[in-house]
């Protein structure tokens, strides 16, 4: 009587927990399905959702301020990247948080991995960033929106965000960038591993949250 009595309570618990899993799965997808993406400048006719942790990263070949050409592999064969995509000099956040990468990018390095911001802005642009954030790891301009795509992080910026940018920070978004578009990418985290395998991802179209430096050396390859 008394193991029926168990199983009982047993069961009736695990029931509970199930129902309290799903009921906070479908306020979780109630909430993403709330957030307004427009409020992040992101045009709705294609919302990008970012590459998935367990996937190869992508084969891309990337343009160097140098004009060299070297591929995503080309980093990744001998030691774990970490890849940073930022939006612009433009971009206070962006450069705030350049900036504290710049004073512990040695940290990262110390660990045996590699740090590459990406952006969609020309390299004439990236060096403003330099300036402004004292960067001096590697940054690659995504000078076709080619890496963007392939990682899916770009989306198209709405003519309200375009003229926000332009009277409060006094940039016009596709000036800036390589391609002269108005595309930006969601300023996304990745880890590669030496095998070519995303380890790591933080993706979220609200530009303030953003990877830390601890979230980075907690989730690098041993």
């Not at 512990?104 to 991995?113: T, V, W």
């Not at 403003?128 to 960067?135: I, L, Q, S, Y």
């Not at 969601?186 to 880890?191: E, G, H, S």
Request: proline share 4%.
């Amino acid at each position: 009587m008394k193991k029926v009595v168990l199983l009982s309570v047993m069961f009736v618990f695990l029931l509970a927990c199930k129902n309290n899993k799903e009921t906070k799965e479908v306020k979780t997808v109630e909430l993403l399905e709330k957030v307004d993406n427009s409020d992040f400048g992101m045009d709705s006719g294609y919302l990008p959702k970012g590459l998935e942790i367990g996937t190869l990263a992508p084969q891309i070949t990337m343009t160097t301020d140098k004009n060299e050409k070297v591929t995503l592999e080309d980093f990744y064969k001998n030691q774990p990247v970490v890849i940073i995509f930022y939006r612009g000099y433009w971009c206070p956040v962006c450069s705030k948080h350049l900036s504290e990468f710049a004073v512990r990018a040695k940290e990262i390095e110390n660990k045996g991995a590699k740090l590459i911001a990406i952006s969609s802005e020309s390299y004439e642009n990236v060096n403003k960033t330099r300036e402004k954030t004292n960067a001096n790891f590697t940054i690659i301009s995504d000078v076709d929106g080619s890496i963007m795509k392939a990682f899916d992080v770009n989306y198209n910026v709405t003519n309200e965000y375009q003229s926000m940018v332009a009277d409060k920070l006094n940039a016009s978004i596709a000036e800036t960038n390589a391609t002269n578009e108005a595309v930006l990418p969601v300023p996304a985290t990745y880890i590669i591993n030496t095998e070519g395998k995303i380890v790591y991802k933080q993706f979220n179209p609200n530009y303030k949250v953003r990877a830390s430096i601890e979230d980075i050396l907690n989730n690098l390859p041993k």
